[in-house]
């Protein structure tokens, strides 16, 4: 299980999201210092209209250094860091911790139609 959260507490819907890792479909970078790590929601269903929507958590980084995100993403996904929950927390902006020294911030979007959280 992976565990993402912004900045807002995480006691509220859109405020933290937790998704095993087999629901992970990819990591793409959309500028030098972000990039978005797209899933399968458990709530979206496959072949419905909101199936058109993306799930996905914009991560801020140092500029630059997605490839290193990923390698740590890649890795917690794979069992590199010991755990004995098997729950590994990537971004947890609430207490600043992060998987990679290099990640400074998460920003989610559930059932968004835009690739930007942003807007």
Excluded: Q
Excluded at 28 to 56: I, M, R, S
Aim: proline share 4%; hydrophobic share 40%.
């Amino acid at each position: 299980m992976l565990y993402f959260a912004e900045a807002n507490g995480a006691d509220a819907e859109a405020d933290a999201v937790v998704v095993p890792a087999e629901n992970i479909l990819g990591i793409h970078p959309t500028a030098a210092t972000t990039c978005n790590v797209y899933y399968k929601h458990t709530k979206v269903v496959e072949g419905t209209d909101a199936d058109a929507t993306f799930n996905y958590v914009e991560l801020t980084y140092t500029s630059g250094k997605f490839k290193e995100v990923c390698e740590a993403i890649a890795g917690a996904m794979n069992g590199a860091p010991a755990t004995n929950s098997g729950f590994v927390v990537v971004a947890d902006g609430d207490n600043s911790k992060f998987i990679s020294p290099h990640i400074s911030a998460a920003l989610l979007a559930i059932g968004d139609s835009n690739v930007n959280p942003d807007d």
